[in-house]
């Protein structure tokens, strides 16, 4: 059993600290580091019109950019051979593309045993009808494990660098999604029909072709990207507040973290293999039916869960940095 | 069919230049809008329906919506009343700066 201790013993112990450290309730330097805030620097009126005076004068009397002969042909010069430039740039990608088989040959290099193999036996190997998606799913699964991650690293950059802090926000200031709304008007009509009717049809669309991967064209990625752009139509025409009530940022971590588990669990073994395949235990099905080609399926929903939760994120933190 | 493809292609290229060549960043932002619809429809002639619904719902879809997002966010889609509003405090602040020194 063990003893409660209490508070102000609690709060010398180690694990009190590391919960504090953790949780980032108590600042580091607060007391340790000497800090003084910088002052901003202002410019008076005086102080700037002596600035532009002197700058003008340096133009004019230093520089000279009216009368420097110097100048005038550099600048002809630059013109003349950044049109060349570029006429040469064109040309030479013109004179690359034409160096190119054309589409549909046979003897064109992507015509190799890779593909072969793929076209053969891809619908007895990965049970998928799609081929595309069994080769991006099952063949190369290994590939779009690391896409998925950089879908997700590229979310943190846009969340580290438009995340807006609630609390460091002064009291007079307007939230910011209210500075948004000032000059246009809320609620809008034509736009809540539009949106009532087309969202249920965009978002179902996008389940489909996120289920219906391996079978026709479609896929995890944008299967999730139409599914975010209902979203996206819904969250304009209804705001911030209708949306929170089914996606927030912890709901965007859970699915998320879950997804990306889900998708590295099933596909770690790459690492361990050298991204050699291992056999499946997972009944392949009858290719053809929705609950056929194993793993391909989960898989399609993992990435379209990210993508989906990535494109809505994307846009609440453009919108006011944060959700 | 091949002629649809190549008139495709030829507003494929002349999408390119004039998205570049555009002054108006909002008209630069529909042009490449449309750019990317072309770009689907080719995909589709190419017989890669895949990249196509991608290509649509990424392409012409969600990176318009986070340009349009920025040109919003920087003010650059209509003169909004508030950069009026500044301009006007700057020219008053000027003619008190003019006063104040004769």
Redesign the interface.
Known sequence: MSRKIPQEQYEKTRSYRLKQWLDGSKDLYLGEVEMKPQKPYEETHKQRKKREKEKARAVERVYDTERNAEIRIFRKIYRVFSILFCVFLVLMLLIAVSYLPTIGSADKPANNEVSARYIESGLQETGAVNIVTGMILDYRAFDTLGESHVLFVATCTVLILLRRDEKKRKDGEPAEEEQDFLYEPKDDVILQTVAKILVPPIVIFGIYVILCGHLGPGGGFSGGAIIGAGLILYLNAFGFEKTERFFRASTYKKLSFTALACYTFSKCYSFYTGANHIESVIPLGTPGAILSSGLILVLNICVGVVVAGTMYTFYAMFRKGGY | MQVFTYILLGFLVICAVSVSLSKNLLNSVLIFMSYSLIMSIIWIL?E???L???EA??GA??TS??FF??L??IHAM?K???REEKEEEEEK?EQK?ST?TV
């Open positions: 190419l890669s329906p895949d196509a619904i991608t719902a990424v879809g969600i919506l986070l997002l920025t919003k966010k209509i909004t009343d508030k602040d700066d104040g």
